[in-house]
């Protein structure tokens, strides 16, 4: 018998008819007998503490603890998000992007490329960051970390309530040309009171202060080993001397006269005293 479809036709044609078959077998077999009775599951009983409850409210997440405050997985979730932003307030915020460049400028002052490291620079720019801003950190503490984790203000007043210090802070030591700096650069109103300063503004205008006493500072450390340089170099020149790189020999010269005047402390007691 000629079929009216190609040979190929047919058997697809054929598999896919022996599949549906297959299937519908193996439904009739496995399923349940025609006339049986299922029997209905009975409802749960509210006084059974084991019967699951539903009330088609979802899924909830408690933000407060039994005692009123936040709950435990709410304060880690802050402190994660502090510790992603840290180092951008660490540098925007707090006296270690002054006292670090300061610490820098001694070593390039000095003739020293990597001694010392650039981690030791920044771990003591770190801890003397620490000590300047302990009373600010106190006071944030008290007035809007403590209050929040007790229960007794919500999150928003928490941080309204602990950039209060940090924000005077700030004022006290941000020049007013830089904060009108900025203010134009952004295009905004002149504020009639320091308190009407927005953070975005205050942030870079306190960095641009900081730079600038860094650099003053530097350049003061800068003078007299400058004039060593220029000393040692006159020597060797007029001895003829000129195939010996003057570096070499001002270095010791520098680094004694740095001891003899305890350089670090002269620095360190500096730089805190610009926050005095």
Do not use: C
């Amino acid at each position: 018998m000629n079929h009216p479809y190609p040979r190929g036709v047919v058997t697809t044609l054929r598999v896919v008819l022996a599949s549906a078959a297959l299937a519908i077998a193996l439904m009739v077999v496995m399923g349940a007998p025609s006339g049986a009775v299922v029997d209905p599951v009975p409802p749960a009983d509210p006084a059974d503490p084991a019967a699951p409850t539903t009330d088609g409210s979802g899924v909830s997440v408690e933000i407060f603890g039994v005692d009123g405050g936040p709950s435990s997985s709410v304060v880690v979730l802050i402190a994660i998000t502090l510790l992603s932003v840290a180092p951008s307030l660490l540098l925007m915020t707090t006296s270690f992007t002054k006292i670090f460049v300061v610490l820098a400028l001694s070593r390039q002052a000095l003739g020293l490329q990597s001694t010392p490291p650039t981690s030791v620079l920044a771990g003591l720019a770190l801890f003397l960051s620490l000590f300047v801003m302990g009373p600010v950190l106190s006071d944030m503490n008290d007035l809007g970390v403590q209050p929040y984790l007790n229960g007794d203000v919500t999150f928003a007043q928490g941080l309204d309530a602990a950039i209060q210090p940090l924000r005077e802070f700030m004022v006290s030591y941000t020049r007013e040309s830089d904060i009108a700096l900025v203010t134009r650069a952004a295009g905004l109103d002149n504020p009639l009171t320091p308190a009407d300063v927005p953070m975005t503004t205050l942030m870079p205008a306190f960095m641009l202060s900081e730079l600038r006493a860094a650099f003053i500072i530097g350049f003061v450390i800068f003078v007299p080993f400058l004039v060593i340089d220029l000393v040692v170099s006159g020597v060797l020149m007029s001895m003829g001397m000129m195939m010996l790189p003057p570096v070499m020999v001002s270095l010791p010269f520098k680094l004694l006269l740095f001891v003899l005047v305890d350089g670090w402390g002269l620095i360190v007691t500096a730089l805190i005293g610009t926050y005095g």
